[in-house]
C-alpha cells in the first residue's frame, strides 16, 4: 500500500458560526500521487490548502502531513513542503534572482545559484534572472513562482491555479514538467485549477468540492464513468450547479447518489 502523505479526517472550518467553509472533508494523498481539488468559487478549496499549510487553525477534525500533526508541528512540515499560486506575488521590489536567493536561503538549498539557473532554464525565463517581479507579465509571474516552488526538492507539492497566464505551449511544458518530477521524484501534488485539461494531464485522482462538502472521488475515468459524462468541463459545470449533489451515478444495481468514500475503503 502507498504510503500516505497527507491525512485529512473529518476537517471542518468556519469563520463565522454555522457557517462552515469546509465541512466534514475526509481525504487521503499519497506519495507519488498528484490530487486535484475541483470546485466553484467559494467551494472552499482555497481554505484547505491554507489548512494544510497551517496559515489558519480547522475549528475541528485532523490533518496529519507526513505522520506529523498540523498545525502543532507546522514548522517541521513545511522544511519538506512548497506552494505556488498564481495569485500570490513575490516582493515587486525585487529582481528574479534576488527574490528566489532569498527563498533559497530560507531552505537552505545547496548550491543555490546553480539551481535557479536550472529551474529559469527549464521554465525557459532565464532570460528574465535580473528582471524586477514587479514588471513581469503574468505568465512570467506565474513561471517564477513555480521556480520558488521547487527551490527545496519538496516532497509534498501545493499548486493553485499553477497554469493561470499561460500561454497554452508553455502550460504544455509546465504540466509535462511538473508529470516528470512527479515520477522522478515521488512527489506528491495537491493542484487545484479550473483548467481541465489540467486536471486530465497531471491528476490520478480528483475531489469534488461544493459548498466545502465532498461530491465525488476518484480517478478522472472512474469519474466520468459513474456520472455517465463525457468530459471533465461539463461535469464540473453540472456538479458546481445548485442541485448537483444528487446527480444519477451508474451501477449495477441501478442509479443512486454519490457517496464520497477514502481511497481503499469500501464503503461511504
Do not use: W
Request: charged share 25%.
Amino acid at each position: 500500500m502507498s504510503e500516505a502523505v497527507v491525512v485529512v479526517e473529518e476537517l471542518r472550518k468556519e469563520f463565522s458560526r454555522d457557517r462552515p467553509v469546509v465541512s466534514g472533508l475526509s481525504f487521503a494523498l499519497n506519495r507519488g500521487e498528484a490530487l486535484g481539488l475541483l470546485g466553484p468559487n467559494g467551494a472552499g478549496k482555497t481554505t484547505v490548502v491554507h489548512l494544510l499549510l497551517g496559515l489558519t487553525t480547522p475549528t475541528s477534525g485532523r490533518i496529519a502531513i507526513f505522520g506529523l500533526p498540523m498545525p502543532q508541528k507546522r514548522i517541521r512540515v513545511l522544511q519538506r513542503v512548497n506552494f505556488a499560486s498564481a495569485y500570490a506575488l513575490l516582493p515587486a521590489n525585487l529582481t528574479v534572482r534576488e527574490n528566489l536567493m532569498v527563498f533559497a536561503r530560507l531552505y537552505e538549498v545547496a548550491r543555490p545559484k546553480e539551481k535557479i539557473a536550472r529551474l529559469l532554464a527549464e521554465l525557459e525565463i532565464a532570460h528574465l534572472v535580473d528582471q524586477v517581479a514587479g514588471r513581469l507579465s503574468a505568465g512570467e509571474a506565474t513561471r517564477v513562482s513555480l521556480c520558488k516552488a521547487l527551490l527545496n526538492n519538496p516532497e509534498l507539492l501545493l499548486l493553485d491555479e499553477p497554469t493561470a497566464g499561460l500561454d497554452p505551449d508553455i502550460a504544455d511544458k509546465v504540466r509535462r514538467l511538473l508529470r516528470r518530477l512527479q515520477s522522478e521524484r515521488g512527489i506528491a501534488v495537491l493542484y487545484t485549477s479550473h483548467n481541465m485539461r489540467d486536471i486530465e494531464a497531471v491528476c490520478d485522482r480528483v475531489l469534488f468540492l461544493r459548498r466545502g462538502r465532498l461530491l465525488a472521488e476518484g480517478s478522472p475515468v472512474e469519474i466520468l464513468r459513474n456520472f455517465r459524462c463525457d468530459d471533465l468541463e461539463t461535469l464540473f459545470i453540472q456538479l458546481s450547479r445548485e442541485g448537483s449533489g444528487s446527480l444519477p451515478v451508474a451501477n449495477e444495481g441501478g442509479p443512486e447518489e454519490l457517496s464520497p468514500r477514502l481511497p481503499g475503503t469500501g464503503g461511504g
